[in-house]
C-alpha cells in the first residue's frame, strides 16, 4: 500500500461509520482520488456509489426491437429508450437520453441491463458519490496492516488521532466477541432491536406523522440511531424488504426535503437513494 492510500483510509476513519462524501473537502489535497478509490476498492478495502457511464445495445435488445408490439417483453417508455441507444453507432452517455428524469432514466436502463438487453459500463458517481470503508477494510486495518519500513510515511497527529481511536474502538469490540470465559448472564448495556421490533417502529411513526404508508427513512435513523448504526439498520430493511414485509421506493421530487434529509436515504449503484419505506400488509 502506497502513502496515499494509506492516508485515504487514515482520512476516511475520521467520519461517522467510516463513511461520506467523496466531494468532501477532506479529500481536497489528494491527486487522484477517484483513482485511489476504485485501487483500493479492487482489494475490497473501500466501496464507493457507482453510476452509469456508457451504454450499448446487445444482441438481444436488438431481437426485442423486431418483435411485433403486443409480444414486447418491456413497457413503451423501455422500448424508447432501448431505441435511442440502438441508433448510436457505438456506446452512448445516459445524459444523451433526455426524454426522461435522470432518476426514472438510470431505473429502466438499470433494468434493461439486468435483462441483459444493454450492456453498461459503471463509473464512480460523480454527483454526491459516497466512499465507504469495508468490513475487509475494518479487518486489514486492525489486524493485518504493517506499516513499510522502507516508504517511511509521513503521518499527521489528525490522522494517527484517527487510527488509535479506531483501534480502540474495534479491538475492544473484537475482544468481547471472542471472550472465552464461561458462559454468565449478564445484562448488556447496548440496546438490541430486531427485524419485527423495527417493522413495528416503521407503522408506529406512520401513524403518529401521518405519512400514509410512506415514511421518509430520516424519521427511521432519527429514533433508530442509535443504538442502530447507520448500516445495521440498512441492512435490517434490505432484509424486512427481502422478506416481502416492507418496500424500499425513491425519492423523485426533492424540493420537499432538506439535503439532510435526503443523504439520509439508501444510496443505489444506479439511480436516486431510496428513500420511502412503505410496509406491505
Known sequence: MDTNELK????????????TG???????????????????????LVDY???????KILPAGQAVLTLEVGQLPITDKELKVLEKISKASGKIAPSKITSLKAGERDTILKTLSERGLIEAEQQLKKAKGEVWL???????????YNPNKSSNPVIS????GNYVRFLRKTLAV???????????????SVETIDDEEILLIIEKLDRELG?????????LRQKLQPPLSRDEL??????????????????????????????AGIPQNIGGSLFFITVDN
Open 8 to 19: 485515504f483510509l487514515l482520512k476516511l476513519l475520521g467520519f461517522p461509520n467510516y463513511r
Open 22 to 44: 467523496l466531494s468532501a473537502s477532506a479529500f481536497s489535497s489528494f491527486k487522484g482520488k477517484d483513482k485511489i478509490c476504485r485501487d483500493l476498492s479492487d482489494r475490497e
Open 49 to 55: 456509489s457507482r453510476e452509469i457511464a456508457t451504454v
Open 134 to 144: 469495508t468490513e475487509r477494510g475494518i479487518e486489514y486495518l486492525r489486524d493485518d
Open 157 to 160: 497527529q489528525e490522522l494517527l
Open 174 to 188: 473484537k475482544s468481547e466477541t471472542i471472550n472465552t470465559l464461561p458462559p454468565v448472564k449478564v445484562e448488556s
Open 211 to 219: 405519512t400514509e404508508n410512506y415514511l421518509p427513512i430520516f424519521h
Open 234 to 263: 440498512d441492512q435490517a430493511l434490505y432484509r424486512l424488504q427481502k422478506s416481502d414485509q416492507i418496500e424500499l421506493s425513491s425519492l423523485q421530487e426533492v424540493s420537499a426535503y432538506t439535503p439532510e434529509q435526503i443523504d
